[in-house]
């Protein structure tokens, strides 16, 4: 009852109680730069201004790519961007700024995406929204792609042509797939979806342990497939090799603690690392395409309790 109320549920909710998560992920290291856990009633959009807040003081705005998936095509995302400073690239829904798109007499073009009233109104930041009153409309640029199923995906971002081509624009979305790699991970190998504690605050230390337990496996990540792929290069292969992910994560579970209760562990901790998970990691495939499925809405852990680290 204490954790339904903590989370702004009623007492006698019957449910299964949800709450969204938010997160920022670097994809071109993967490391979690932010989380938020929600509460009832608040949205995914709500939550990712949070996380772009939060994240400022992290990274550098103007040389950072923020990429979004079509549920965060909102003109105050954009805005938020564009006040900052810094790019995005989004996917768009196929009903959105079709009075624009409708325009549009090539696959790559630069739009006036209008600001009226009604735009405008739905801003929920009150500071983005006095300064945007100001402007009559975003200069935007929407990319066309052909998918191979022969479908049409659009983007939409703020990067000039001149510095970025439609080419690399799909390329850059395509990075995207890093963070469905990241939240797999954190949900079946670390099953942060399962808490060892009952109250608000237990839970979202449960959840942070876990985003820093995962950051130390990236970093861990990183510097075992210098290792292993510089091996291979002097055996000869010219193939790219990942540590075996399952491996890693359970010497750091079994053995992060050590170190860090004795400083001077720290050379055997890594040590003993680096043996145990270079021994054989795996040949890393070509790109496959995959089809989007619908996602299940069923909880894949019907208990709160997992194992601690």
Known sequence: MLTLNEFRFKSDYNKLPKVKFSGIVDVLNGFLIDGIIGKRGVGELTLMHGNIKNCLDLIIPHKSIFIFDRGYNTLELMARMINMNSYFVIRLRKDSYIGEREYMTSDDEILKIELDKDRIKRFKDHVLKEKFKEYEYLNLRIVNITLPSGEIESLITNL??????????????????????????????????????????????????????????????????????????????????????????????????????????????????????????????????????????????????????
């Open 160 to 309: 000039p042509q001149e510095l970025m081509s439609k080419d690399q624009l799909n390329e850059i979305y395509k990075a995207r797939w890093g963070i469905e790699c990241s939240y797999k991970t954190l949900k079946q190998r670390l099953q942060i979806e399962n808490y060892t504690a009952q109250t608000e605050i237990g839970i979202t230390q449960d959840i942070y342990s876990t985003f820093l337990m995962y950051n130390i496996f990236s970093y861990s990540r990183i510097y075992l497939n210098l290792l292993n792929n510089q091996l291979k290069r002097k055996q000869g292969s010219n193939d790219y090799y990942d540590v075996d992910q399952s491996n890693l994560i359970s010497r750091l579970k079994l053995d992060i603690l050590e170190p860090i209760l004795n400083p001077s562990k720290i050379k055997e901790f890594i040590k003993n690392i680096i043996e145990e998970c270079t021994v054989a990691p795996n040949k890393v495939p070509e790109p496959r395409t995959y089809e989007h499925k619908t996602k299940s809405k069923s909880r894949k852990y019907q208990s709160n309790n997992k194992p601690t680290f």
